[in-house]
């Protein structure tokens, strides 16, 4: 009965990619029978970055009903909407005290969004990692299913972690990652450098999990690859690379197969292929999340009984947490 903890958030920050699918979600509803399983929609993290409240909102909504159609089970697993419960801010708050400054300032994707606009220069991006360290340590997580870019963020959980632990006593699991070796990082399209991210302001960068499958179709096309002719899987042929591990995740064949079949192929044999496989698999998705979509009812039903859920386990970790650093329980 001691099912180990799994936790991990999606930010309702755009609409999700099949970077965010293959990365992070497609792995949530196949850990569910395994552990004890808790996922968020990470509003709180959205808002370190500029947004249209009106769209925030509809995000949230579209964020959950696409976790249900991918296949969560709210009987299974514990889905909340993280503003919904505040042990996280308030955690938070403790574990900025002890958070160092000079740590935060090395994180990579701080650097990143941070120059891209003067916006983005706010307090909560600096500590943006710190809230995630308390999404993820209130729970006493064990793993945590993300993409390869939350590595660092990980790092710091841990570390927070193990010096809460030592400054005041065992207090707090220190949880591991669970990184896929292929799918942990999904390129952009256009540039096989840079990560697929929601945010791109490039729209054929990346591929929806909502897109119809002219659009996929379109954008695998359209997709950056290189002028050998040669079907390799190589580093050498990043964008190339990309798409076989893109084509291997949705179609479940291994890489070397896929390799044999096309080799004699000219790339955009491959292409055409790709876009239709990756528009079947997220067509039944699609269907669920419009019926999801057209019950509102229902998705706030699900937000509210995982937020009572969620309540109740935050706050058995914070009660531990306030008593620990010396605040008065009354
Ligand atoms: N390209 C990716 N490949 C694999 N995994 C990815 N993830 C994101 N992009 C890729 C994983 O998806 C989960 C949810 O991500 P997030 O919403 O918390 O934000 P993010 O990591 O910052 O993802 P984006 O798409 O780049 O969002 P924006 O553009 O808003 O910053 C995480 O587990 C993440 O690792």
């Known amino acids: 009965m001691n099912k180990k903890t799994v936790f991990s958030g999606v930010q309702p920050s755009g609409n999700l990619t099949i970077g965010n699918y293959l990365g992070a979600i497609k792995n949530f509803s196949r850990l569910q029978d395994e ?3 808790i996922y968020s929609i990470v509003d709180m993290h959205s808002i370190t970055v500029p947004q249209v ?3 925030l909102r509809k995000r949230t909504y579209e964020v959950l009903a696409l976790y249900l159609a991918t296949g969560l089970d709210p009987e299974k697993s514990t889905i909340f909407v993280q503003s919904h419960v505040s042990a996280h801010a308030e955690l938070c708050w403790v574990l900025n005290s002890i958070s160092y400054m000079g740590q ?4 990579t ?3 990143d969004k941070s120059s891209k606009s003067e916006e983005n220069l706010n307090a909560a991006l600096f500590t943006y990692p710190v809230l ?3 999404d993820i340590l209130l729970y006493q997580t064990d793993f945590v299913p993300v993409g390869e870019d939350q590595r660092q ?5 841990r570390d927070l972690a193990i010096r809460f632990n030592s400054k005041y006593s065992d207090t707090f699991k220190v949880p591991d990652n669970l990184i896929q070796k292929e799918t942990g990082k999904i390129y952009n399209l256009k540039n096989p450098e840079l990560k697929m991210s929601k945010s791109d302001p490039d729209a054929n960068s990346y591929i929806l999990m909502l897109d119809d499958k002219d659009t996929i179709v379109r954008k695998v096309k359209r997709a950056v690859t290189d002028s050998l002719a040669n079907f390799n899987y190589s580093k050498e042929q990043k964008g190339l690379q990309n798409l076989i591990n893109i084509y291997s995740a949705f179609s479940g064949e291994d890489v070397k197969n896929i390799v044999n079949k096309y080799r004699n192929e000219n790339y955009s044999v491959f292409k055409e292929d790709l876009g239709i496989l990756i528009a079947e698999a997220l067509k039944p998705i699609q269907n669920e999340y419009d019926k999801l979509m057209s019950d509102k009812g229902y998705l706030e039903s699900i937000m509210k009984e995982g937020a009572e859920k969620a309540r109740y386990l935050s706050y058995k970790t914070l009660r531990k947490v306030y008593k ?7």
């Open 53 to 55: 409240p009106s769209e």
């Open 35 to 37: 552990y004890n399983s």
């Open 109 to 111: 994707q701080y650097k």
């Open 132 to 134: 995630m360290a308390a």
């Open 153 to 157: 963020h990980l790092e710091l959980a």
């Open 324 to 330: 620990k650093v010396g605040f008065v329980q009354i």
């Open 104 to 107: 935060l300032n090395r994180m």
